[in-house]
């Protein structure tokens, strides 16, 4: 692709991202616009009240999940800050909610039980960000540079080793030169 077609396709991505971002508030308060009956005949296909008391509620619940979840999906992708992968957090609590919302049964308990599973995200995904500062921080705050340090290190071993074989040489120059 020339360099013209990845401007024009890197216009239009963000340019719907944009228009995104912009309906999102629309998005998230559609179930106003919903009739409070069983089911919504939008005529190619109906949407039930899923187990809720009526489709409205149901929008309300699933839009409340939705549109979050969407707009920490573009920060996530769009971020150039260090900690991004932090955005992993919230999106796994929405997603597991989401899911919950899709499968809902009447009889449990809307966004109760997820926090047991972001658990799980969140001690796997903690560690790995604190790493990333970890080497940042050593990096740019206290100047160390871990690859700079191996390179010396790699440097120090092989002046050691030459140091040894100098001191072998010297040791076999001193025994040449007492059978002399």
């Given at each position: 692709m020339n360099e013209r077609g990845k401007i024009n396709t890197k216009l239009i991505t963000e340019g719907l991202i944009a228009l995104l971002i912009t309906f999102s508030p629309i998005f998230f308060y559609l179930y106003k616009y919903v009739p409070d009956s069983d089911k919504l005949d939008l005529g190619l296909f109906v949407i039930t009240a899923n187990g809720f008391i009526n489709v409205g509620d149901y929008f309300y619940y699933l839009f409340g999940k939705i549109v979050p979840l969407i707009l920490l999906i573009i920060w996530f992708v769009t971020s150039k800050n260090w900690w991004y992968h932090v955005i992993l957090i919230p999106i796994a609590?929405?997603?597991?909610?989401?899911?919950?919302?899709?499968?809902?049964?009447?009889?449990?308990?809307?966004?109760?039980k997820e926090i047991l599973y972001i658990a799980g995200v969140t001690m796997f995904i903690t560690p790995v960000v604190y790493f990333?500062?970890?080497?940042?921080?050593?990096?740019?705050?206290?100047?160390?540079?871990?690859?700079?340090?191996?390179?010396?290190?790699?440097?120090?071993?092989?002046?050691?080793?030459?140091?040894?074989?100098?001191?072998?040489?010297?040791?076999?120059?001193?025994?040449?030169?007492?059978k002399m």
């Open positions: 609590m929405y997603s597991f909610q989401l899911f919950t919302v899709i499968n809902y049964d009447s009889n449990i308990k809307l966004d109760e990333i500062r970890l080497k940042l921080v050593d990096k740019y705050v206290h100047g160390i540079d871990l690859e700079a340090m191996d390179q010396e290190l790699k440097i120090l071993k092989e002046k050691e080793a030459l140091k040894k074989e100098w001191e072998k040489l010297e040791q076999q120059k001193a025994a040449l030169l007492k």
